[in-house]
């Protein structure tokens, strides 16, 4: 069993930063690639960013420059750095991760959704 807990959320003026956490623990043998989904309101999930095993990142050209992505391995942990804020940033953000259970089972998590509310 596989928890991700996000954490940082919250309201935010525009312009503002806010820095996204999301600790995976459970029966976790590797985690492969993690990522930042997010669904604003009346529209699909889109993905922002993911990185990978290794560290490397890619970007939504709608955060490119604004938003960063960075993984602490050590603590099973992802972070999304949110920074100029914009009102069309406002959603519910969700982290994702890509794990290899012990017996070499590898199944995709998310978490539970953590809402971002910028004001204009």
């Known amino acids: 069993q596989v928890q991700l807990v996000e954490s940082g959320g919250g309201l935010v003026q525009a312009g503002g930063s806010l820095r996204l956490s999301c600790a995976a623990s459970g029966s976790i043998f590797r985690i492969d690639a993690m990522g930042w989904y997010r669904q604003p309101p009346g529209k699909q999930r889109e993905l922002v960013a993911p990185?990978?095993?290794?560290?490397?990142?890619n970007y939504a050209d709608f955060v490119k420059g604004r938003f960063t992505i960075f993984r602490d391995n050590a603590k099973n942990t992802v972070y999304l750095q949110m920074n100029s804020l914009e009102p069309e940033d406002t959603a519910v953000y969700y982290c994702n991760a890509i794990i290899t259970h012990w017996g070499g089972a590898k199944y995709n998590y998310w978490g539970q959704g953590t809402q971002v509310t910028v004001s204009s």
């Open positions: 990185i990978t095993s290794s560290g490397s990142t």
